[in-house]
């Protein structure tokens, strides 16, 4: 997926709209291609669900983890670290995981600047269909202006991740794509690609003949999803 795009790639999109999860797969893809990669976590807002959870995975995998100060505890204080500003600046992949809409974005405006002088970024609007406020090509395009806003950054492409998590068949995500397609072409934006849970993968391509689709792994479990697979 990482195919084309810039050094620095930016993952933003509502609130549920599996972010997170694309951002972690996105790192541990690139790393193991060989590059030395940074995902960087600056979800300030959502506590639940964030690229910080994983940091014993990047850890084993050798994928440096920049996260807020008070990540993974239970103060929910937007205190960033310094560290970032230096790797925009190098040669490393840096993935950077942003919070939900306008409000997580503003977090990522702050790095504007840098990011266009370390050449640009590819900042990725990731679409799910099936979550509140983002049903249809119309709402989803208000929260992009508004993240756009936020972020002094403009988005460069669009990410179907239509999903209904553990109930997600093929078919939901095809009957998906057209709504992907409107956002995309409204913003005169491509849409880089469908998503697709690894196991479901080959039956949406079937499903959708000639579109890109990426195969995905799911790391981002609710709450309920883990106490369940615990037992």
Known sequence: ML???????????HYGSGKTNLAVNLALESRRAGEEVVLADLDIVNPYFRSADFSELMEMEGIELV???????????????????????SDRRVIIDVGGDDAGAAALGRYSAM???????????????????????????????EIERAARLRAS???????LAGETTAQDIADK????KQVAESYHLPLLCHTAQEDIAEEVKMLLPGETVCPVRIYVKKLWEKAFESH
């Open 177 to 180: 794509a057209g709504f992907a």
């Open 67 to 89: 996260a807020p100060i008070y990540a993974g505890s239970n103060l929910d204080i937007p205190a960033l670290t310094a560290r970032l500003d230096a790797l925009l600046d």
């Open 3 to 13: 195919e084309g795009l810039k050094r620095i790639v930016v993952i933003t999109g």
């Open 115 to 145: 990011i266009e002088a370390a050449g640009g970024c590819d900042m990725l609007y990731v679409v799910n269909g099936y979550r509140y406020l983002t049903r249809s090509a119309g709402e989803a395009e208000e929260i992009l202006e």
């Open 157 to 163: 492409a669009v990410v179907n991740n239509s999903n």
